[in-house]
């Protein structure tokens, strides 16, 4: 026999050999006797319904922790799925916070992000994560690196994302406005995390590196593992090097040497003593990792490339296709946006300093009211290290995984109210002032230790983008009406993008109302 049915004989003894151990030499499987609207069979417990709607799983998995007393449903079934999962406040705040100790990302999370992340600081635990994020919070603190990434928004804005858009306006071009988004994105974080310019949106904007197609593979099918009914196909795929793992391999491979190349030139430069001036976050770790292997920093840089490309572009994309069914509240942040200029009335033209963009409070709401329904990464998981009861009554046991849901908390009518499905800027301010909510009620940027320390730069990317786009153009969405399939990845990225029309705004669509002062 030649050696491909070799192999595909073995892929298939070894999947017959599973399920048998699977079926019949596990413990009998269980759920939450008080659990609403999930069924549970003999021996697989919630397998069948798990595959019936995993394409759907966000939305099914909201539906069934709305009907929990608690909205937290406990999983128990045969194999390494035994866990809780809640949109519960008061539980996100025990794990992430009062016992975050007893609550770290663990060896199943760790198990199918580590091939492409490595031991960077979002799956790393213990001493290794607390020294990365020291130095990491320390640096993302810096005015400097602020200023840095101010900069570099303001040159992709005015030099790329503008004249993109003028050029589409020009020919009522169609536009993947997603797509665009995350292609600015890419650029933004890799000028941020090593000074490197890949181009996304340069040219006529199809510019696009080997670099950026494998990082795209990696993070799809990475996040295509947590989807597998049972986790040891994708194990078996990797061993033997077929299929979706064959292609991973390969992209990560592609990935980890582009970033790889990029600290070995840095670092010769070094030594032949050309002191680096660059800003970026490769400079700043390499000055506090100098004893570090090239894999430390690669992972880190990875990392942060991966947070910070996905997550932006995902909450703008939500954020567009919202506003395109209320021109109320476009109108609310057009007002906004002239009332700025006002204000500064010696400012530039093309973009917005920092303190404009504070300023802008009505934005940041509508921005942040689009990811509280739409939250860039939706779904996260820990691990319990030892038994604990959870402040809602849920016990847990050591070894099992815990997830929040925040795409079913932004659902939730006892934290929202009854109009928490309503796309409603308003309910985030207070006088006109942004008025933020609890972390662990709205952890779209995680909470407690872990909490993103992009967030504000995040804002600030977002804002900028928003608001110099809606100063010139009209944004079109086509088929706003139907809410976009959600695409399998590390973040909730829309299924065949967000296709759209821009206009050329005229100066009376920036006309605002206001009363003038009587004399």
Known sequence: MELPG?????????????????FHGRRYSSVQANSIGLTSYPVVGFLPDFIKNRHRFLDWMTEILILQPTNSLTLQRAGDSDGIITANPMNIEHMLKTNFENYPKGKRFASMLQDFLG????????EQWKAQRKTASFEFNTKSLRNFVMDAVRFEVAERLVPLLERAAGNQ??????DILERFAFDNVCKLAFNEDPGCLAGDGTSRSGFVH???DAANISAARFMYAFPIFWK???????????????????????????????RAKMKKGIK?????????????????????LRDMIVSFILAGRDTTSSGLSWFFWMLASRPDVEKNILNEIKSVRTLHPNSSGETFSIDQLREMHYLHAAISEAMRLYPPVPFDSKECLKDDMLPDGTFIRKGWFISYCSYSMGRMQRLWGPDCLNYKPERWLEKGVFRAESQFKYPVFHAGPRICLGKE????QMKSIVACVLERFEVEVLEKEKRPEFLLSLTLRMKGGLPARVR????????????????
């Open 173 to 178: 071009k169609i536009l993947d406005l997603q």
């Open 214 to 216: 494998a990082f795209d």
């Open 119 to 126: 031991h960077g600081i979002f799956i790393s635990d213990g």
């Open 236 to 266: 078996i795929k990797k061993f033997l090097n077929v299929g979706s793992e064959r292609r991973l391999r390969e992209s990560i491979n592609t990935v980890h040497g582009f970033a790889t190349e990029i600290i070995r030139t840095r």
């Open 6 to 22: 070799l192999l595909q004989s073995l892929f298939f003894f070894l999947i017959f050999l599973y399920l048998l151990l699977f």
């Open 457 to 460: 730069m995040a804002y600030i």
């Open 504 to 519: 050329r705004r005229s100066l009376g669509d920036m006309e605002i109302e206001r009363s003038l002062p009587s004399e």
């Open 276 to 296: 680096a001036a660059d800003e970026d976050l490769l400079s700043r770790f390499m000055a506090s990792y100098s004893d570090s292997g090239e894999e430390v």
